[in-house]
């Protein structure tokens, strides 16, 4: 499991428990805990049935959660999330709520940008700087690196891939064409040098955490970019970043991501400029525009008058 005592918002006294006691928690005590990690701002405005209904569950698995934690029920719950609310609230709670109490105003560019600010300063507030300079610092020495995101994630993995690539030896995007057999044929050589980095927010795709657990039995280093530590993707990760998801329509908004893997692009060519250097470059070229026809054949020159132009 990744270490992420450090992180801004999950170093709590009662992150620590719930991460502590996740894995061997009942089902129904394990969708609380789930949500609360997931959702540690809008926890904390929720009264016992509220949570209860948000998480699927009932008051009972609330208050034993609670109790599996050291706290005394929901009303010492309560009392350890407000704790951890940081006088923060979430953008995306907010906006949802004025779109239920009036739908027919709609979603406006205002309220996107209010959103994607939000998120991005939760994105410093759920990670720390070195677990950030770790990761890059891992992909920029990996002698491979292998990038996996499928669905809402893939065009993200193609993206990080892509960036990748002028700064490591050998940068793939292993979830193209032909879904998760293809995908496993392409990371199918990884091995104790290389990397794979992993993508994956709400829902969470299982052929990713597939990948990702044949990668760490193969003994190469994984990390992953996932929405909270009670992502299945933590348990098999080296490290993790978190991205805050949340979009009031969309299934989840990429801002936070798009963010996160541009900062780790950039730390990356801080790191590793010289895997660009002594590659030849294509030479500057500017057309010679005196030797270009003035129209294309067939083409009636721009200023030409087309037919009947002057009949007007």
């Known amino acids: 499991m990744a270490p992420i005592?450090?992180?801004?918002?999950?170093?709590?006294?009662?992150?620590?428990?719930?991460?502590?006691?996740?894995?061997?928690?009942?089902?129904?005590?394990?969708?609380?805990?789930?949500?609360?990690?997931?959702?540690?701002?809008?926890s904390a405005t929720l009264n016992i049935e509220e949570l209860a209904g948000a998480t699927g569950t009932s008051t009972a698995a609330v208050n034993r959660l609670a109790n599996a934690i050291g706290l005394n029920g929901f009303t010492g719950l309560r009392f350890a999330l407000m704790e951890n609310l940081l006088a923060v609230v979430s953008a995306a709670d907010v906006i949802e709520s004025r779109l239920k109490q009036a739908p027919e105003t709609g979603f406006d560019l205002e309220q996107q940008?209010?959103?994607?600010?939000?998120?991005?300063?939760?994105?410093?507030?759920?990670?720390?700087?070195?677990?950030?300079?770790?990761?890059?610092?891992?992909?920029?020495?990996?002698?491979?690196?292998?990038?996996?995101?499928?669905?809402?994630?893939?065009?993200?993995?193609?993206?990080?891939?892509?960036?990748?690539?002028?700064?490591c030896a050998g940068a793939h995007c292993v979830t193209l064409d032909g879904g998760l057999e293809g995908s496993a044929y392409r990371l199918s050589g990884i091995t104790r040098n290389d990397t794979l980095l992993a993508i994956a927010l709400p829902a969470y795709t299982r052929d990713t955490i597939r990948l990702a657990e044949y990668a760490k039995s193969r003994e190469a280093c994984v990390l992953s970019v996932t929405d909270c530590p009670a992502s299945p993707l933590v348990q098999v990760s080296t490290l993790s970043l978190f991205i805050p998801p949340h979009h009031p329509v969309l299934p989840n908004s990429k801002v936070g991501l798009m963010a996160a893997?541009?900062?780790?692009?950039?730390?990356?060519?801080?790191?590793?400029?010289?895997?660009?250097?002594?590659?030849?470059?294509?030479?500057?070229?500017?057309?010679?525009?005196?030797?270009?026809?003035?129209?294309?054949?067939?083409?009636p020159r721009s200023n030409t008058p087309r037919k009947n132009d002057d009949a007007r």
Do not use: C
Request: charged share 20%; hydrophobic share 40%.
């Open 113 to 167: 940008i209010s959103l994607s600010k939000h998120h991005l300063d939760n994105v410093t507030r759920m990670n720390d700087n070195q677990t950030f300079e770790e990761m890059a610092l891992r992909l920029a020495r990996s002698q491979n690196v292998f990038v996996v995101g499928f669905g809402n994630s893939f065009h993200i993995a193609a993206m990080a891939a892509a960036g990748l690539s002028p700064f």
């Open 261 to 299: 893997m541009e900062a780790l692009l950039a730390q990356v060519q801080l790191i590793k400029p010289a895997a660009n250097e002594g590659r030849p470059s294509l030479p500057d070229w500017e057309p010679d525009r005196g030797s270009l026809p003035p129209s294309l054949p067939g083409l």
């Open 5 to 42: 005592d450090s992180t801004k918002v999950y170093d709590s006294e009662l992150m620590r428990a719930l991460r502590g006691k996740h894995e061997e928690l009942r089902p129904a005590l394990k969708k609380v805990s789930t949500f609360l990690q997931a959702n540690p701002y809008r």
